[in-house]
């Protein structure tokens, strides 16, 4: 069957390597063959101590190390979040699949359109800044601060980045190969292992989202700040999108099927909602990221009292800007506004990532403290003082009280 988009062809869907350059395994139409694991772990890029903590599928950018200065996350420098392994894909080989009844002329799996890596460069390009953030980050802090442990990785605040993606818009690859009017939903998959827990094989990741997230601003990426994606970070070519959980931004990208009815997985059912405590058992699937905040400075930090400290930090929300941070050295007792640090275009405009601000703390006492930043987006949420417990430690959006010692 030949394709719908001018110019594509019907090739095997991808090959995958040894990531030393062995010999590639082909797999059938519509899978990949996996990827042996990489010598020393299931993440390939380099995870020095000093930057990262190492929790083996995943990785943990140490928030101490941000630099103040920098606006935007490097790769080399982003959290990583995998549920197996990194693939090593030859890009050359590579198509991404489209099917569905909900595309204008419907094809099943078998019949699916294919479009490889020159044909998806040929598109328009586009590039948006935004904030990339584990659904659980900050999960540790349920124990560590409420008193109440929550099961995942023990993220503390470092599994967030601010990214400029580089691709073409998916809106723009709809149309092209022709979208049915009907359609309400698009499941993106992953090229990664197929995902297995407690001797249950949920099949490769994946996870479903409206069409009018996809008509918006969802973004098929092969860069991020100037550069091809790492491995680790979804090469060749990633979904990603702006502002919703991490999990929805699928690595590897596969497949996307266009759907006329709502489609499901264990990502939208079993995971990334809100289950336990009082919440509800019908909650729907996370989508948005709440708003939180982050000092820029080592937990426990030193400081030198009798003079004039300059604090910084960050604050970020999935929903929009960043309109108003406040500050507090006293434990939440008086609270104040921080001073905005605005770098070019970044802090403002539709595709604004976090906002960078600083507080100028005139000679504090001798002692220990804790110091609290809370943000407000342009949709009027606020950081809350606690954060309703869950089963799985999403969505931790309480104000974190930082301790710091002056001596």
């Known amino acids: 069957m030949r394709s719908a988009v001018p110019g594509a062809t019907r090739r095997t869907v991808l090959s995958t390597t040894v990531a030393a350059g062995g010999a590639c395994a082909l797999a059938p139409l519509g899978q990949a063959a996996a990827a042996p694991a990489a010598p020393g772990g299931p993440i390939l890029k380099p995870l020095p101590t000093a930057r990262f903590v190492d929790f083996g599928t995943n990785a943990e950018m140490r928030w101490e190390s941000v630099d103040p200065r920098r606006y935007l996350t490097e790769q080399s420098r982003l959290f990583v979040r995998n549920h197996t392994r990194t693939p090593v894909i030859d890009r050359d080989s590579y198509a991404l699949r489209i099917f569905g009844d909900g595309l204008a002329r419907g094809r099943s799996a078998d019949a699916a359109v294919e479009l490889g890596w020159r044909e998806l460069r040929r598109l328009p390009t586009t590039q948006l800044t935004s904030v990339h953030e584990c659904t659980g980050n900050g999960r540790s802090l349920f124990a560590s601060q409420q008193g109440t442990p ?145 000092w820029e400075l080592p937990w426990g930090a030193e400081l030198e009292a009798g003079r004039r400290v300059v604090l910084t930090g960050r604050s970020w929300s999935g929903a929009g800007p960043v309109t108003r941070v406040e500050v507090s050295t006293d434990g939440g007792a008086t609270w104040h506004p921080a001073a905005r640090r605005r770098r070019g275009g970044h802090s403002r405009g539709r595709d604004a990532a976090w906002a960078q601000w600083s507080y100028v703390w005139d000679r504090p006492a001798v002692g220990s403290h804790e110091l609290l930043a809370r943000a407000t987006d342009a949709r009027g949420r606020r950081q809350p003082l606690v954060t309703p417990y869950n089963d799985n430690g999403y969505f931790f959006d309480a104000v974190v009280r930082h301790p710091v010692t002056v001596a």
Do not use: C
């Open 150 to 294: 929550a099961s995942g990785t023990a993220w503390t605040l470092g599994a967030v980045g601010a990214v400029t993606w580089t691709g073409v818009r998916l809106a723009d690859v709809l149309r092209r190969v022709g979208l049915d009017r009907r359609a309400v939903s698009v499941q993106a998959t992953g090229l990664d292992d197929p995902y297995v827990s407690g001797g249950v094989d949920y099949g490769r990741v994946r996870r479903p989202f409206p069409i009018a997230k996809a008509l918006d601003d969802a973004l098929l990426a092969w860069g991020a700040n100037g550069e091809d994606l790492l491995p680790d970070h979804g090469y060749p070519l990633r979904l990603v999108l702006p502002g919703w959980v991490g999990i929805a931004s699928i690595k590897w990208l596969g497949s996307l099927e266009v759907s006329r009815t709502e489609l499901t997985s264990p990502w939208n059912t079993k995971w990334y909602r809100m289950t336990g405590g009082e919440h509800p058992a019908d909650s729907p699937p996370l989508t948005v990221n709440p708003v939180r905040s982050a």
